[in-house]
């Protein structure tokens, strides 16, 4: 893992609002906490990185086929909506709770700060937000499944 690869960590991390982040693989142990304006990273090396790409291509390799399989299913049409991608890793849900009724529905109109979804991250529940105002045209994400940062959720027709 590089300087970069960890700084960006670092930012996600503190943009995911979560206190502290623990990320321990073979050979490298990373503790990440954030406070009210203070990052503190931690960091432990105990063997050579050589080991650490071979584990990174895996998710890579899990998110090139949905990422295929939303453009081939994307139509000149879809370039005047707004897509909602999401923030952090983890894992896609609709409803706050299996009892209750989902965030959005194709068709319902959203308001910039309403919640969308739940992403969980490491036993976390992360309420994704709009940024926009508009109204749900697709989604284009499973329930409980799995997505990368990044992957987009939604489109929204902002007129």
Same mark, same amino acid.
């Given at each position: ?14 943009? /995911?609002? %979560? $206190? ?13 906490? !954030? @406070?009210?304006?203070? !990052?503190e990273t931690t960091i432990v090396q105990a063997a050579p990185i050589a080991q650490i790409p071979q584990a990174a291509p895996a998710p890579i390799a899990v998110a090139q086929p949905i990422a295929e399989t939303?453009?081939?299913? *994307? $139509?000149?049409?879809? %370039?005047?909506?707004?897509?909602? +991608? $999401? =923030?952090?890793?983890? !894992?896609?849900?609709?409803? =706050? $709770? ?9 068709? *319902?109109?959203?308001? !910039? @700060?309403?919640? &969308? ?5 490491? +036993? ?5 937000? *709009?940024?926009? *105002?508009?109204?749900? &045209? +697709? ?19 902002? /007129?």
């Amino acid at each position: 893992m590089d300087i970069k690869e960890i700084q960006s960590l670092i930012k996600f991390v503190a943009k /995911s609002g %979560a $206190s502290e982040v623990k990320l321990e693989m073979e050979d490298i142990k990373i503790t990440i906490k !954030t @406070g009210s304006e203070k !990052t503190e990273t931690t960091i432990v090396q105990a063997a050579p990185i050589a080991q650490i790409p071979q584990a990174a291509p895996a998710p890579i390799a899990v998110a090139q086929p949905i990422a295929e399989t939303t453009n081939s299913e *994307s $139509s000149p049409e879809d %370039a005047k909506y707004i897509t909602i +991608k $999401s =923030p952090i890793i983890g !894992t896609f849900y609709r409803k =706050p $709770s299996p009892d209750k009724p989902m965030f959005v529905e194709v068709g *319902s109109t959203i308001n !910039t @700060g309403d919640t &969308v979804c739940v992403i969980e991250a490491m +036993k976390l529940f992360n309420e994704i937000e *709009s940024e926009i *105002s508009g109204k749900i &045209v +697709k989604v284009l994400v499973d329930d409980s499944s799995p997505v990368e940062f990044d992957q987009p959720l939604f489109l929204v027709d902002p /007129s």
